[in-house]
Nanobody, 122 residues
Framework: QVQLVESGGGSVQAGGSLRVSCAAS????????MGWFRQAPGKEREFVGT????????YYAESVTGRFTISRDSAADTSYLQMNSLKPEDTAVYYC???????????????WGQGTQVTVSS
């Protein structure tokens, strides 16, 4: 079992930045990719980006490419989602998830955090 806890969400004006963290605990010795997803009110959960176990590769949704950056500190079992140039349409609950593969599908991830709210005002 892997437990994931997000922190760092909040409110910001359009054009601003936020960083969300995801701390893992439990069986973190097992290699896992870390994915990030978001869900806005009335919408389905959507892929934001993912990072491989080694941290050598990242993949992003087109809507956030060039604005969001995912990284991880394996020694601290923590992944980070740095969000720059935020837009009102980025408003959502953001989730981190751990799984065997750095996939775009939510179904590929086994463990999920509780989510953290990010609100971007215009």
């Amino acid at each position: 079992q892997v437990q994931l806890v997000e922190s760092g969400g909040g409110s910001v004006q359009a054009g601003g930045s936020l960083r969300v963290s995801c701390a893992a605990s439990g069986r973190t010795s097992t290699p896992y990719a870390m994915g990030w997803f978001r869900q806005a009110p009335g919408k389905e959960r959507e892929f934001v980006g993912t990072i491989t176990w080694s941290g050598s590769s990242t993949y992003y949704a087109e809507s956030v490419t060039g604005r969001f950056t995912i990284s991880r500190d394996s020694a601290a079992d923590t992944s980070y989602l740095q969000m720059n140039s935020l837009k009102p349409e980025d408003t959502a609950v953001y989730y981190c998830a751990a799984g065997a593969l750095a996939a775009r599908r939510a179904e590929a991830y086994t463990y999920w955090g509780q989510g953290t709210q990010v609100t971007v005002s215009s």
